[in-house]
């Protein structure tokens, strides 16, 4: 069974930084790209990052370009978000999702999902 | 990357049907035959309905049903039951490794 847990969400102050972290089981994490998408309050679902499978190719959503990281540590099975100059409207569930295909650099939309962890930012 | 346009919100009455609306563009929706649904309590996971546009994972219900026109893919819930009421979202794989949602449809049973 395919299990994604989020960890690393809080609070913390408008231009700090959050690490998240997500813990998979269940499937042979380095053959699979994964994403990061956040649920903001009152706004719907949205795409944040990409990463391939060996963690060479990464890719962002224009709004959180430059201030978003995302990595990998395969030895690990362990996916990474890192955020810096965080601003209020990044305040949101951060879900990590695995494409529903292998292969490693295949970017379908997910069929699983993590029940995500809270960053709220905020003075 | 502009969010797939779904209605705010959609109610029915148990064992009527519905049908929510997912429409984008030419770039995302219209171009890839990668249109997932997916129906989310808050708080847990995203469970994933419909994938492909039409097709469902093993161990989905049958009255959940998806199509597609041009830019804009629907879902059908069909023999509505209480426990459909959540939000549904719909996603679109969006060219260049990216994806892109919709912002999401409450469904109401009343």
Same mark, same amino acid.
């Given at each position: 069974?395919?299990?994604?847990?989020?960890?690393?969400?809080?609070?913390?102050?408008?231009?700090?930084?959050?690490?998240? *972290?997500?813990?998979?089981?269940?499937?042979?994490?380095?053959?699979?790209?994964?994403?990061?998408?956040?649920?903001?309050?009152?706004?719907?679902?949205?795409?944040?990052?990409?990463?391939?499978?060996?963690?060479?190719?990464?890719?962002?959503?224009?709004?959180?370009?430059?201030?978003?990281?995302?990595?990998?540590?395969?030895?690990?099975?362990?996916?990474?978000?890192?955020?810096?100059?965080?601003?209020?409207?990044?305040?949101?569930?951060?879900?990590?999702?695995?494409?529903?295909?292998?292969?490693?650099?295949?970017?379908?939309?997910?069929?699983?999902?993590?029940?995500?962890?809270?960053?709220?930012?905020?003075? | 990357?502009?969010?797939?346009?779904?209605?705010?919100?959609?109610?029915?009455?148990?064992?009527?049907?519905?049908?929510?609306?997912?429409?984008?563009?030419? *770039?995302?929706?219209?171009?890839?035959?990668?249109?997932?649904?997916?129906?989310?309590?808050?708080?847990?996971?995203?469970?994933?309905?419909?994938?492909?546009?039409?097709?469902?994972?093993?161990?989905?219900?049958?009255?959940? *049903?998806?199509?597609?026109?041009?830019?804009?893919?629907?879902?059908?819930?069909?023999?509505?039951?209480?426990?459909?009421?959540?939000?549904?979202?719909?996603? *679109?794989?969006?060219?260049?490794?990216?994806?892109?949602?919709?912002?999401?449809?409450?469904?109401?049973?009343?």
């Amino acid at each position: 069974e395919v299990q994604l847990l989020e960890s690393g969400g809080g609070l913390v102050q408008p231009g700090g930084s959050l690490r998240l *972290s997500c813990a998979a089981s269940g499937f042979t994490f380095s053959t699979y790209a994964m994403f990061w998408v956040r649920l903001a309050p009152g706004r719907g679902l949205e795409w944040v990052s990409s990463i391939s499978g060996t963690g060479g190719n990464t890719y962002y959503a224009d709004s959180v370009k430059g201030r978003f990281t995302i990595s990998r540590d395969n030895s690990k099975n362990t996916l990474y978000l890192q955020m810096n100059s965080l601003r209020a409207g990044d305040t949101a569930a951060y879900h990590c999702a695995k494409p529903h295909c292998g292969g490693g650099d295949c970017y379908r939309p997910p069929d699983n999902w993590g029940q995500g962890t809270l960053v709220t930012v905020s003075s | 990357q502009s969010a797939l346009t779904q209605p705010a919100s959609v109610s029915g009455s148990p064992g009527q049907s519905i049908t929510i609306s997912c429409t984008g563009t030419s *770039s995302d929706v219209g171009s890839y035959n990668l249109v997932s649904w997916y129906q989310h309590h808050p708080g847990k996971a995203p469970k994933l309905i419909i994938f492909e546009g039409i097709k469902w994972p093993s161990g989905v219900s049958n009255r959940f *049903s998806g199509s597609k026109s041009g830019n804009t893919a629907s879902l059908t819930i069909s023999g509505l039951q209480a426990e459909d009421e959540a939000d549904y979202y719909c996603c *679109s794989y969006a060219g260049s490794s990216t994806l892109v949602f919709g912002g999401g449809t409450k469904l109401t049973v009343l």
